[in-house]
């Protein structure tokens, strides 16, 4: 929901399948001395979409961000930005303010001598003052921050103080917006009303948005696609619903959340563990696999000592809001004992050493060679 009331929000657009990029990384590599920092990076953003570029501490999104912005000399590839291209060896960089983009960073970056409406027009230039002073009122209006025109950034909170930065970047109309942990400095409650302000003004301003973050909820929040990245390269690009759901790789699956992990073999066109048994399509026969199971994947029966399915017991249950975390004990096929996690919707809080039978839920199960 958003925070502010002012705001003509409309239906949110999607992003523009078949138009032309706002922005185009081709070939993108770039070192750090020793350091391959972004290695071979290719990416599309389209008007109207947010992509974010996700992935652990130093993999390269940020300074794949600032190739893109100009705030960093291109080594080696191709940027364009709405069908020109703005860098590329051997040829003149385009400087960050000549590429009609805007920029907003952890730190909103705000002039602390300027009051807000004048921090917002400073980002209009080569307008008539009447006319920048009309826009930058109206970009605020839409921010929900009309009243905090005259007061001075130091007056406002964190969260308003980005919105701020996202109103100054926004103003002058920009094809392409490129955002760097926007909101990482923010507490979690402000964190949340902020992105999802920032979201809805994003989709109605039409231009393109490249974003990072290191959080996967957020990047799932914001994002019609994402870019999951290591070492700089982009490991998964799509969809929110892809990399959750069909993640190519280990790596992609376990960035999302923690998960269950058995190494077990295939067998009858199945694999089965202690958790459960589901198909194998594509699996040779007697393959070692190695399989990943989200703890909302294993749904948890309470059962008696007795029942002929009982090979778990719980350790503790935690409720964490909308569902509950089961930690179990969990006994293998030769009775072996291993820890794992359930997350059951709700409340739902069974006793330590409740016997449990367990059951799988397959489309939560990813399996991979075990190589
Ligand atoms: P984080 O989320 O921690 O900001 P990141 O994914 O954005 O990480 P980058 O900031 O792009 O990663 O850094 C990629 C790698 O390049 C890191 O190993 C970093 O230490 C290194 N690096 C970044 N900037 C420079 C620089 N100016 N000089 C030397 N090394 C750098």
Same mark, same amino acid.
């Given at each position: ?7 003509? $929000? ?30 071979? $990076? ?27 912005? +100009? #705030? ?28 009609? *983009? ?56 964190? +969260? ?8 100054? !970047?926004?103003?002058? %109309?920009? +094809?392409?917006?490129? #955002?760097?942990?926007?909101?990482? %400095? ?12 920032? #979201? ?6 039409? %231009? ?11 990047? &799932?929040? &914001?994002?019609?696609? /994402?870019?999951?990245?290591?070492? +700089?390269?982009?490991?998964? #690009?799509?969809? @929110?619903?892809? *990399? ?8 992609? !699956? ?23 048994? $589901? ?22 029966? =309470? ?15 935690? =409720? ?34 409740? @016997?449990?039978?367990?059951? =799988? ?5 990813? /399996?991979?060679?075990?190589?």
């Amino acid at each position: 929901m958003a925070s502010f009331p002012h705001t003509a $929000v409309t239906a949110i657009r999607e992003p523009e399948d078949r138009a032309q990029p706002v922005l185009s990384l081709r070939h993108i590599s770039h070192r750090f001395d020793d350091l391959l920092a972004v290695d071979d $990076v290719s990416l599309d953003v389209l008007p109207g979409e947010v992509v974010c570029l996700l992935g652990p501490s130093g993999c390269g999104k940020s300074t794949l961000l600032r190739l893109a912005a +100009g #705030l960093e000399v291109l080594q080696s590839g191709e940027v364009e930005l709405g069908g020109r291209v703005v860098a590329a060896p051997g040829r003149p960089q385009v400087p960050p303010e000549k590429r009609n *983009l805007g920029l907003m960073f952890q730190d909103s970056a705000l002039f602390p001598h300027l009051k807000v409406l004048d921090n917002v027009m400073f980002g209009l230039s080569g307008l008539a003052p009447a006319e920048r002073r009309r826009r930058a009122l109206a970009m605020l209006g839409k921010l929900g921050l009309a009243t905090h025109a005259d007061s001075y950034p130091h007056l406002l909170s964190g +969260g308003q103080q980005q919105r701020v930065a996202l109103a100054r !970047a926004l103003a002058p %109309a920009p +094809g392409l917006m490129l #955002l760097d942990e926007p909101f990482s %400095a923010l507490d979690a409650r402000l964190r949340e009303q902020t992105r999802d302000d920032t #979201l809805h003004v994003l989709k109605n301003s039409g %231009a393109g948005t490249l974003m990072v973050t290191h959080d996967p909820e957020e990047a &799932m929040f &914001m994002a019609d696609r /994402i870019a999951l990245m290591r070492d +700089g390269r982009i490991v998964q #690009l799509g969809t @929110p619903y892809e *990399l959750y759901c069909h993640p190519v790789e280990p790596f992609v !699956a376990r960035f999302f959340g923690e998960v269950n992990e058995v190494v077990t073999q295939v067998q009858d066109g199945h694999i089965t563990c202690a958790f459960g048994s $589901v198909p194998a399509p594509g699996f040779e026969e007697g393959s070692e696999v190695r399989v990943l199971i989200r703890p909302e994947a294993v749904s948890v029966r =309470l059962v008696g000592e007795t029942h002929p399915h009982q090979r778990s017991h719980v350790v503790v249950s935690r =409720l964490l809001g909308r569902t509950s975390l089961l930690h179990l004990c969990v006994h293998g096929e030769q009775g072996e004992e291993f820890h794992g996690h359930s997350r059951m919707p709700g409340v739902f809080l069974p006793p330590p050493d409740q @016997p449990v039978a367990l059951e =799988l839920d397959p489309s939560q199960v990813f /399996i991979y060679p075990a190589s």
